[in-house]
């Protein structure tokens, strides 16, 4: 049986082959002291994160492991106990993910702001206006092209919610001059310069946002445009393999005011993007 | 043409510096892919040569099925993968999700009925042109499989690159199961994901382009292997 | 001990509805060398599978008959027109033969030694059999079978793609393997190869034997008038 295959040949891809496999797993084996977050791509992509977690991790020893989804597929991560702590920004979402369980309880951290960005040309005469309800109703009846998450993400949420408070009924103009990109907030900016569309926007990722074409800021500043960020230690009577003692930690640091401090400090272009807001 | 052109040279000051970003999503682009294509190889081989020599009811069925699952939505290996390795499902308490580990799994699913399905079809020829002569030796289609794969090695070197493009190259199952985490699960691919929905088109392309190189140079020496081993009397 | 002799009862080979060889009923293996000539289509070839064990009959018993006919599998080879080597060295393909049976390396490597020399390849041994030339490879695929020691030789038309110089190596080496006591069982459609080296010929004719008969008698004189004709070199199909 030993000559079928050359031996010699047998001997070179055998060590070739667990050459291979140590490549592959060799370090991934290499244990760490982690947890892992499942939040939004507002908060990874804005930078921010990158601002935050050395210092949490410098601090601790705790290494932060982000997974940066939409909110809704963060709190489904959360719920599956995928993740240890979940950081989201739809506050009747993570009230409800508490309430069922899931969760231990809800800290508010911070906020931003939603934005609306559009062509520079506007058709629908939105500019510097200071109500968004308006502005969406105005741009409903120009029928100009509006671009949407989607997603069922916070920012997809907190955009239905002002349709809803204009009375349009987009689900009707989907297709037409409502367009859903079913993807994430830099997806649906690409989408949205290339189209010339407006589009609701968290502040954090505009400002982050390179490919904006024709797109800028035409409306912000309306309080019901307020985007309010928590942070849920997964529950692990849920989920008993949560490592509830290091994500309690993270959580802790960012309500603590060194964290709330850092989250302050975090500015792209000299100006703030997030504000901390928690109150003991 | 200037985003073009932006890219390229992104790409070439990427390459020349040595970026160490690039250099740590390119280590884990290759160590997920090759970790992938040699499970892919151990499981697939056998079963496509397994495949073109057994006969028995179904087999057909099989062949197709196989043959389908070659056009496999990476979005969809990567859910069913994701539902398996999930704490909640059935191999939850291994922790997973979310590693290389599981981005490897992820890719061997995908890859795997490529490499069985054109396996299959490279033993099946060779059968057809060998089958005689080793029934004649004494070997049975069983006996036949390890040789077989042999005789074949040369055309399964392309099987194999056909399935290391596939999964150097691919980026629905990977983010869904790996989740993009930085320094931990960020690939080529998902790294150019992550650029482009931050609207840094030069960047992502760019990473576009070293990647094209890897491709290139991974292709590059397997010819060139494959030649010096024919040259050398294989 | 032998496995010899093969006796073919009420064998048939129908395919697709047609007969395609006999109804045969024969016994091989008493004399040295048997040849087996015929038109086009005779059913020569199939003939040759068929006791080889390659095809199953669709009717009839192949049996070997011999005391040690549990091991026939092991004990008979065959070499086909178009001679089929791995892709690996010469002294390889002969190896692996040796390796399918089982042997031991220290034996392998003897008789490979041995069989190599015999077929004037051992300054070929380290070469990639596929760059060998047509008559070398069928010599390889001689080699081959000679390691094997095998008690009966099946050839299929061994020499019909060589030219004179290659068919000549060919049946010098088919002649050594009637020295040792092989029976060999081949077919041709060389007349002038069926007159050097046959003990005896069978004559198939539309999947018939229609003649049997030592080969200086047939030669000298076929029986049958399709023998007749097919020997004058008449056009028979």
Known sequence: ?280 | MTDLSTAFATALRLITTLDAALVEIVTLSLRVSFGAVLVACVLGLPLGAALALARFPGRQALVVLGNALMGLPPVVAGLVVYLLLSRAGPLGEFGLLFTPSAMVIAQVVLITPIIAALARQVVEDLWASLGEQLRSLGAGPWRAVPTLLWEGRFSLVTVVLAGFGRSIAEVGAVIIVGGNIAHVTRTMTTAIALETSRGDLPLALGLGFVLMLLAVLVNGAAYWIRDFARARGG | MAILPLALAGVRFVRAGETLLGPLDLELGACGTSVVIGPNGAGKSLLLRLCHGLLAPSAGRVRWCGADAGSAAQRQAMVFQQPVVLRRSVLANVDYALALRGLPRRERQRRAAEALALAGLEALARRPAHVLSGGERQRLALARVWALRPEVLFLDEPTASLDPAATAAVEALIGRFRQAGTVVVMTTHDLGQARRLADEVLFLYRGQVRERAPAAAFFAAPACAEARAFVRGELLW
């Not at chain 1, 290499?30 to 804005?46: G, K, L």
């Not at chain 1, 020893?61 to 240890?84: C, F, K, L, P, S």
């Not at chain 1, 930690?249 to 964290?259: E, K, L, R, T, Y």
């Open chain 1, 1 to 280: 049986m030993r000559s079928l295959i050359p031996m010699d040949l047998l001997r070179r891809l055998t060590l070739l082959a667990c050459a291979a496999a140590t490549l592959a797993w060799g370090t991934a084996g290499a244990e760490e002291r982690f947890i892992t977050v499942a939040s939004t791509t507002s908060t990874e992509q804005s930078g921010l994160f990158g601002h935050l977690l050395p210092r949490f991790t410098a601090k601790t020893g705790i290494a932060v492991r982000v997974v940066a989804v939409g909110t809704g597929q963060a709190i489904q991560i959360a719920e599956r106990g995928d993740a240890d702590v979940l950081f989201v920004h739809h506050t009747p979402s993570e009230e409800k993910f508490v309430a069922d369980g899931f969760g231990v309880k809800r800290y508010p951290v911070m906020y931003n702001d939603f934005v609306i960005v559009g062509p520079k040309a506007d058709p629908a005469a939105i500019r510097g206006g200071s109500d968004a309800v308006a502005a969406f109703a105005g741009i409903a009846r120009a029928q100009a092209p509006f671009a949407s998450r989607g997603d069922d993400s916070g920012t997809h949420k907190a955009e239905l919610a002002l349709w809803k408070a204009a009375a349009v009924d987009v689900k009707a103009a989907s297709g037409q001059w409502y367009r859903e990109t079913g993807s994430g907030m830099g997806p649906t900016l690409n989408t949205a310069a290339g189209l010339g569309a407006y589009a609701l926007t968290d502040r954090g990722t505009w400002a982050a946002f390179k490919n904006r074409g024709e797109l800028e800021v035409l409306l912000a500043g309306d309080p019901r445009l307020f985007n309010p960020y928590g942070i849920i230690l997964v529950n692990p009577a849920r989920h008993p393999h949560v490592k509830a003692a290091d994500g309690q930690a993270f959580i802790d640091w960012v309500i603590s005011p060194a964290g709330q401090q850092a989250i302050a400090d975090y500015k792209v272009d000299g100006e703030p993007l997030f504000f901390p807001n928690y109150r003991p």
